[in-house]
């Protein structure tokens, strides 16, 4: 098995099962997807009942609580076959030629352990709103890292034997999860982006990272310290701590308005 790809959902019916078509229609075949329904209570089970039982590539695992995003993806990783493990959120859509080539890149360029790439902005419609093409290179993306995560987490594919050392996720998190995950793997290997298009990021104001805005920023700003206490990052980072910080004490009702109108500002108006 060369790719296992995890994701987890929780009352997705909207958007799952073009998820995971999108995923079945990939030009490369050899991998099994992981899907963890946590604790579903609309049609969600049933949708993806019918989506295994049309490719057997698929393993469906129950929570029978909901555990949350973080200990459900470590529960998929603790199954996971795959030399590489793959990350999909319920909401998004692959592009046919995302998992081609991410693979073949990690298996050109040995040092990379972790690999994202571009993607699209698209709404709940499916139309394209917007791009975002991330910085590339290792050097480029750790000269950011400490300033804000670099990284569409739907997009990235892992060397799995890294997974392994750092033992996954850190449960600890619940938000920022994948930006905490990051930093860990940086510290055993090169990171880098494809400049290809290969994801569509779906963008509606009830995105998790909005409904959620200030506890979202708190574990960021958990992550960046966590990193300067073990002096990963240049001491002089903690000036990054500071406007995130000035965010979780003005109010939600505010900061989530600020986030919102400047980030359709950045969609529609320099979409790139």
């Known amino acids: 098995m060369k790719v296992s790809i995890l994701m987890s959902v929780h009352n997705g019916k909207r958007f799952v099962r073009d998820a995971v078509l999108s995923l079945l229609a990939q030009t490369f075949r050899d991998f099994e997807l992981l899907i963890v329904d946590d604790a579903s209570t609309d049609t969600t089970p049933h949708i993806l ?26 529960v998929a990783l603790g199954q996971a076959q795959g030399d590489f493990v793959a990350r999909m959120d319920a909401d998004d859509i692959a592009l046919p030629d995302r998992l081609e080539k991410q693979v073949a890149f990690l298996e050109a360029h040995l040092d990379v352990g972790m690999l994202g790439s571009a ?5 709940g419609n499916g139309n394209v709103i917007g791009e975002k093409h991330p910085l590339t290179t290792d050097q480029e993306l750790r000269h950011v890292l400490p300033r804000y995560n670099p990284f569409l987490h739907s997009s990235i594919v892992i060397h799995k034997i890294l997974l392994d050392r750092v033992h996954g996720y850190d449960e600890h998190f619940l938000r920022a999860q994948d930006y905490e995950l990051w930093t860990r793997l940086s510290l055993l290997t090169k990171l880098a982006n494809l400049p290809d298009i290969l994801m569509q990021k779906r963008f509606t ?13 708190r574990f960021a700003l958990r992550v960046r310290w966590n990193a300067l206490r073990r002096n990963q990052f240049p001491w002089w980072t903690i000036i990054f701590l500071i406007k995130p910080f000035l965010a979780t004490i003005l109010p939600t009702s505010l900061v ?4 919102i109108h400047l980030y359709r500002q950045r969609l529609y108006r320099n979409p790139t």
């Open 49 to 74: 009942r019918e989506l295994a039982a049309q490719d057997t590539r698929i393993r469906v695992i129950t929570n029978h609580t909901n555990l949350g995003l973080t200990k459900s993806l470590n």
């Open 119 to 123: 993607y699209q902005f698209i709404n």
């Open 205 to 217: 104001t009830s995105m998790v990272s909005f409904t959620t805005e200030r506890e979202q920023i």
């Open 256 to 259: 989530r308005f600020v986030r």
